[in-house]
């Protein structure tokens, strides 16, 4: 079985479209969770998807109530630099949701309180920046998930 990979309002169409293409590469599930910062036929989503993107397992979401209705029971990781375990500590699961937040601020403090236990950070070695791209952190997360997979 397959992770899901879940983006939390995201607001950036190239870093979208490489998550989709990464989705197919990988064997994810996309979950995209509105508001989007852009139209979803946007040409940059479409460009960095290439021609994959009619093929990517997608579903979306009116907002992140309906997101946490349908999926209130199953195995999640909270990725955000304010995490206190790193994603080595995930304990990788079949079927697991991955969720991430937007690029300009992360997942809201709401989510943050109430998945506290379940956040995890990708570790920065640098103080000159706060956190990488979101494509890249996607990635790092899905291939490790797969590298430690049950």
């Known amino acids: 079985?397959?992770?899901?990979?879940v983006l939390m309002e995201p607001e950036i169409p190239n870093n979208t479209g490489n998550i989709g293409r990464l989705s197919l590469a990988s064997g994810c599930h996309l979950h995209l969770v509105k508001p989007f910062g852009f139209e979803l036929n946007d040409?940059?989503?479409k460009r960095a998807g290439l021609d994959y993107w009619k093929h990517v397992p997608l579903t979306?979401?009116?907002?992140?109530?309906?997101?946490?209705?349908q999926h209130q029971h199953?195995?999640?990781?909270?990725?955000s630099?304010?995490?206190?375990?790193?994603?080595?500590?995930?304990?990788?699961?079949?079927d697991m949701?991955?969720?991430?937040?937007?690029?300009?601020?992360?997942?809201?403090a709401e989510i943050l309180e109430k998945?506290?236990?379940?956040?995890?950070?990708?570790?920065?070695?640098?103080?000159?920046?706060?956190?990488?791209?979101?494509a890249n952190a996607v990635s790092v997360v899905v291939y490790e998930g797969?590298?430690?997979r049950p």
């Open 146 to 148: 797969l590298r430690n």
């Open 97 to 108: 949701f991955f969720i991430f937040g937007k690029e300009s601020k992360g997942l809201s």
């Open 115 to 134: 998945h506290s236990n379940e956040i995890y950070k990708i570790p920065i070695h640098s103080e000159h920046i706060r956190s990488i791209n979101l």
């Open 43 to 45: 040409t940059r989503v």
């Open 60 to 69: 979306i979401y009116e907002s992140a109530e309906e997101f946490f209705a």
């Open 81 to 94: 630099s304010h995490g206190t375990k790193t994603f080595w500590d995930i304990p990788f699961e079949d």
């Open 74 to 79: 199953k195995k999640m990781a909270f990725l």
């Open 1 to 5: 079985m397959a992770y899901n990979i």
